[in-house]
């Protein structure tokens, strides 16, 4: 309790409560804009907290990442269009209760669920890290590799299309891992004599050219239609649940809140699964499932709660095993490891201040969403009237600021450039890019944790299978291999 | 959000075949590297492993059964759009050429504009005045806000000198 204490007095620091502000407000923005995810934004706004304190940064991206499940909400209770993946949910019971004239008891509903379960998550990650992290001091080498190789096997597992594509993805992303400098013994590897593959393919520029560039395109692709907003309520007052619904919710946010963490927790998992999870789970409870997708209270409550528990539970084992969930949480792997910090057992003892700031901006994060999400959801709608041709340049020139301003190297632009067309071309064909990055950022990881085992055994793999833990992890990423390969699954993928 | 499940599409097929070369590409030059030292697994042995596992799969896929759908911007994998649809696509392809290539040679204002003058005017055909004057601001905004307050590093051509000899 003292450690955190000592969270809430670094973040009440003028500097870090602006960061956080301008996280959670740029959050809310980017889930309100159907398009641009909060990976685009964190891998855009990346190189720009390069001059920033660690914690102030961390505490921003954090922001942006947590406020997004508020502002995908919002399009998707007025417009049936989520801002984002985790509020895809949201817009079949969401939509149908605003078209009833209950918009501002769904977005009331929402904000207030999503409070709940966002704070009962950041409670969660506050008594649930330091004993995991306590745990993890216990790892070495070969379960580290082990917990690595069932975490990415997890997340292909998870992924939405069929798994050797998943597959290829996660050995795409570990290979563009090895280009560079060998991170042992400094030999180059796959730079082709090319200087500025010399420090290997940077972050920044993988990232804003699969996320960023390749959105550029798809929205070239979009054609314009006239979007459809319903009347977004004005004062608190409209936004208020009649008592009615207010029963309803309870239970559903209860479930929501216990069900997101947990799928959080998961490597593959977060905000995007336990929404959907929540939904089916409050569908299988009702006494009405027939009421689902034509308003239910319960299809909204539960999946609004689920969405931003699981975004709080996936910062556990980033936090404490250095290990991402999902593509963001690499992306901010990727933020700590910039600036010098790597996360893990150990940042608990040697960078207490960091781990709790971050935690305790959660907590202060959280409140400021409530505030900004109920009275200020009519001007944020406004920004959705903001035409492609105008958007597209100021996204560009952002994204041109974040390549060159990381390397201060033009070569880091063509290399995002050309990452833009790959990754429009993958996502265009259906490959899931999210893989690419997790693997690219556990790679470096991955790969030291291997050779060091593989060094200590003299060579013998069965090191991999030497601790109960590691043999635990092997056999946890083979059972998910012959699973994702079961006919059953394979029907379903078709 | 559907996604093609298959493998019949061209567009599928040589996007697959793209990673196949760029593991075959790896693989070749991991192969020049030491896999095994006296200390251990050398520079080239997780590279080599890596590689060697992406062909593999890049091979599965490409001879996994499957049918053409719905990509992820909604429209078949076959189809590519209307005419307008294509030459706008087209045109901001171009914009990020231009991105790149303004960045090695023409400095922050002159690409910022010219990108805009790209999308604004040409594939969104808003009036010059409008891709001018948008064009302009933006540069205006990045290299005041970003270049100057922030002191982030952009791209330089002879403006952005210009103007940080005045305000620095």
Known sequence: MEALLGGFAVTLSFDNLFYCFVGVLLGTIVGILPGLGPLTTIAILLPITFKMEVTSAIIMLSGIYYGVAYGGTVTSVLMRIPGEASSVVTCLDGYEMARKGRAGAALGIAGIGSFFAGTVGVIGITFLSPPLAELVVAFGPAEYAMLMLAGLTMVTYMSAGSLPRALLMAAFGLLLGTIGSDPMNMTPRLTFGIMALGDGVNLVPLAIGLFGLSEVLFMARQTAEEMKILPAPTGVMGFLPSREEARRSVAPVMRGTVLGFLVGLLPGGGAVLASFLSYAMERKLSKHPEEFGKGAVEGLAGPESANNAGTAGAFVPLLCMGIPANAITALLLGAFIIHGVTPGPTILERQPQIFWGVVASMYIGNVMLLILNLPLIGLFVRILQIPRAYLTPMILAVCLIGVYSSSGNPADVLIAVIFGFVGYGLRRHGFDLGIVILAYVLGPIFERSVRQSLAISDGDPMIFLHSYLSAGFAIVAVALLIAGLWPARKKKAA | ?168
């Open chain 2, 1 to 168: 959000m559907s996604r093609p499940t298959g493998m019949r599409s061209t567009g599928t097929r040589l996007a697959t075949f793209g990673l196949l070369a760029a593991a075959l590409v790896g693989l070749w030059q991991s192969l020049r590297l030491e896999s095994w030292g006296f200390d251990g697994p050398g520079a080239g042995f997780f590279p080599q492993l890596v590689a060697g596992v992406c062909v593999v799969l890049a091979l599965v896929v490409l001879v996994s059964p499957g049918r053409a759908g719905a990509t992820e911007d909604g429209a078949t994998e076959e189809s590519n759009g209307t005419p307008e649809t294509r030459r706008t696509f087209a045109l901001y392809a171009l914009a990020l050429v231009v991105l790149a290539a303004g960045t090695a040679y023409a400095g922050f204002v002159v690409t910022a504009v010219a990108i805009s003058v790209i999308v604004v005017r040409f594939a969104e055909r808003r009036s010059w005045a409008a891709a001018l004057t948008y064009g302009v601001a933006c540069a205006a905004i990045g290299l005041v806000c970003f270049g100057w307050l922030l002191r982030v590093d952009l791209p330089e051509g002879p403006i952005e000198r210009a103007f940080y000899s005045l305000v620095r």
